[in-house]
């Protein structure tokens, strides 16, 4: 029996083909037939009947144009404040906490409100372990259309291992500001990043950090570190299937997307991903997050999509630029991003501390996947080694080259 479920009208993650093009161009290039026939008989009114349509529609708006704009923006504004406010309730009301089969507690947890560089309110979460004995801290940030909530599960694990964890709902997910599924920019995105974890140094200082993302927080994750105060505040960075080689379905996207993003930034494309791509060879990771009221489902917005191009394209470019120390996973058999990208990273990049994990026939999700304890503890073990390094070094400055190439097979 086969273990893959299909879904009907999902959408997963940044897919490395964005979207089918001749399907979803026909409603923008409608739009844009549309407001060139309205200029062409703005500044060539040449028929009387031409100049009576312009007058009744100038007319139309001539009693009130500016309310009636600002009504239709109240009305926007308040939807997604509600939106909003509803998704922070569920996000609020998940348990993330772990007991023993005795009740023992086996971490504080909390959640709080960081504001982010646009003093937008963007929703986090920490775990701890219950002893005051800490290795280090790691700071997840999830990928697209999903929420900090669901690494519950992976938190548990390195709360277990004396790690403490950090994670942060981006901006329009999980229980964050913004309307739902929808990303203006991802160097906000970074830059909240950044800021978060200058947050999280203050509030723990000595503790060795480090910062994980999966799919596009593992590319955004990889911008934030090519910062060099932000790398000089790492001790590593850790990637699960990251999107760095993002590419559309046709060429003619690329063109097009940057002026969509600007005149029509969160139309969707109502064609986008109608069947969702598995993303997980266990059917209950499959049912629970397209079942979670916080993971994202609907079409892909224009915006967002841009900048996921725009993200992929400038790291493609600098590859050989990265020196922060990184591990980079990813499944073979991912149909969401593209883990031939992982590898020309770790063969690329200038980092004397790379490690890459290819999982032979796993997808996208790897730590939804079955074999999600053994790849938890892989990041585990990663992390552990880098800091064993570092205090045989006894000076950050030194970094050993692992450079280790491994698989591993189911």
């Known amino acids: 029996m086969s273990t893959v479920v299909e879904m009907e009208q999902l959408t997963s993650g940044a897919s490395n083909r964005i979207i089918p093009v001749l399907k979803i161009l026909r409603i923008p290039l409608i739009f844009i037939r549309s407001m060139i026939l309205c200029l062409l008989v703005t500044l060539f009114p040449r028929r009387r009947h031409s100049q009576r349509v312009v007058a009744a529609v100038e007319n139309s708006f001539a009693a009130s144009p500016s309310a009636a704009k600002t ?58 372990p219950v002893t005051d004995e800490l290795k280090g801290i790691l700071i997840i940030i999830h990928g697209l ?13 390195l709360t277990s291992c004396k790690f403490g964890v ?10 964050s500001d913004g309307l739902h599924g929808y ?27 480090f910062l994980f993302g999966h799919s596009t927080g593992g590319a955004v994750v990889l911008k934030a570190a090519s910062y060099p105060y932000i790398e000089e505040m790492l001790e590593g960075i850790v990637m699960t299937a990251p999107a760095l080689h993002v ?35 266990d059917p209950a990771a499959m049912l629970a997050k397209y079942s979670d009221p916080l993971v994202y489902t609907g079409p892909i917005r224009v915006r967002t999509g841009h900048e996921i191009l725009c993200i992929s394209s400038y790291l493609m470019r600098n590859f050989k630029f990265v020196t922060v120390p990184f591990f980079v996973l990813h499944g073979t058999a991912d149909k969401v991003t593209d883990p031939l990208a992982s590898q020309d990273l770790y063969n690329e990049a200038a980092s004397k501390v790379k490690d890459i994990k290819l ?11 079955p074999e999600r304890e053994e790849i938890g503890q892989d990041i585990i073990n990663w992390m552990e080694k880098r800091l064993d390094s570092i205090a045989e070094s006894g000076d950050r400055s030194r970094r050993i080259d692992t450079g280790v190439l491994s698989f591993s097979r189911s």
């Open 71 to 128: 009504a239709r923006r109240r009305s926007v504004w308040k939807s997604e404040e509600e939106d909003t406010l509803r998704r922070r309730a569920l996000a609020e009301a998940l348990d993330m906490g772990f007991e023993t089969g005795d009740g023992e507690i086996q971490c504080r947890w909390s959640t709080s409100l960081f504001f982010g560089v646009r003093r937008n309110a963007l929703f986090c979460r920490s775990w701890f």
């Open 145 to 157: 259309n999903e929420h900090s909530g669901r690494y519950v599960q992976f938190a548990k694990q």
């Open 166 to 175: 950090y994670a942060m709902d981006w901006t329009g997910h999980g229980g």
């Open 183 to 209: 990303v203006p920019s991802l160097d906000h995105v970074v830059a909240d990043t950044g800021a978060f974890l200058e947050k999280i140094k203050s509030e723990n200082p000595g503790v060795p950090l």
């Open 247 to 281: 590419k559309p379905a046709h060429p003619v996207i690329a063109v097009l997307a940057p002026l969509f993003s600007l005149v029509v930034p969160k139309f969707q494309f109502k064609g986008a991903n109608k069947r969702g791509i598995p993303v997980s060879r």
């Open 359 to 369: 999982y032979e026939g796993f997808l996208h999700d790897l730590l939804f996947e």
